[in-house]
């Protein structure tokens, strides 16, 4: 069964950081893009960016650019998210997204990050 | 402001056909294939159509996507109440080098 378990994220005041990471199971990680996409409670979605297969290619969404970084460590079947500069809007409900564009997306549960003081 | 836009809400009775409409540009919508997602509070979205108009398993053929230029559609037909849930397209915008969401229809059955 395929399964995506997110962890780290919680309550970080403005400017902090943090790092969210995926665990990966029942499929091999490292054939698939892997993207975080996050939805702030009660509205739509947002991409935030993606990671080619074996890490070459990453990609974000102008607001995180400079503050946020993909990476992935297909040993260990885990995606991350380091989280720097962390600013009120980027309060949000963050999944780690398998494919999520294609026949096979998979999303994980999702891990609330909110960044008050 | 999403770079897709759908309507905020769309409705229906029970057996009747719905379409919920993505309007984009040709970076995006005019050059890619739309993926379609639903959404019940709470839980992650679901995917219920790639590639344009593929439905992978599990999914009935109620559902259908399709596109025209720069716009899709997913229609949803004999309504159902299980329907009631937020819709979301997606797709690749080659311009901006992002994936692009809409900013989601809320469906109701009357």
């Known amino acids: 069964e395929v399964q995506l378990v997110e962890s780290g994220g919680g309550l970080v005041q403005p400017g902090g950081s943090l790092r969210l990471s995926c665990a990966a199971s029942?499929?091999?990680?490292?054939?698939?893009?892997m993207d975080w996409v996050r939805q702030v409670p009660g509205k739509g979605l947002e991409w935030v960016a993606n990671?080619?297969?074996?890490?070459?290619?990453?990609n974000y969404v102008d607001s995180v650019k400079g503050r946020f970084t993909i990476s992935r460590d297909n040993a260990k079947q885990s995606l991350y998210l380091q989280m720097n500069g962390l600013r009120a809007e980027d309060t949000a409900v963050y999944y780690c997204?398998?494919?999520?564009?294609?026949?096979?997306?998979?999303w994980g549960q999702g891990i609330l990050v909110t960044v008050s003081s | 402001q999403s770079v897709l836009t759908q309507p905020p809400s769309a409705s229906g009775a029970p057996g009747q056909r719905v379409t919920i409409s993505c309007s984009g540009s040709?970076?995006?919508?005019?050059?890619?294939?739309v993926t379609w997602y639903h959404q019940l509070p709470g839980t992650a979205p679901k995917l219920l159509i790639y590639?344009?108009?593929q439905r992978p398993s599990g999914v009935p053929d109620r559902f259908s996507g399709s596109k025209s230029g720069t716009s899709a559609s997913l229609a949803i037909s004999g309504l159902q109440s299980e329907d009631e849930s937020d819709y979301y397209c997606?797709?690749?915008?080659?311009?901006?080098?992002?994936?692009?969401f809409g900013g989601g229809t809320k469906l109701t059955v009357l």
């Open positions: 590639g344009g108009g």
């Open positions: 040709n970076s995006n919508i005019g050059a890619n294939a």
């Open positions: 029942g499929f091999t990680f490292g054939t698939y893009w």
């Open positions: 997606a797709t690749w915008d080659g311009s901006l080098n992002v994936v692009v």
């Open positions: 990671i080619k297969k074996d890490g070459s290619n990453r």
């Open positions: 997204v398998r494919d999520v564009l294609g026949a096979s997306s998979h």
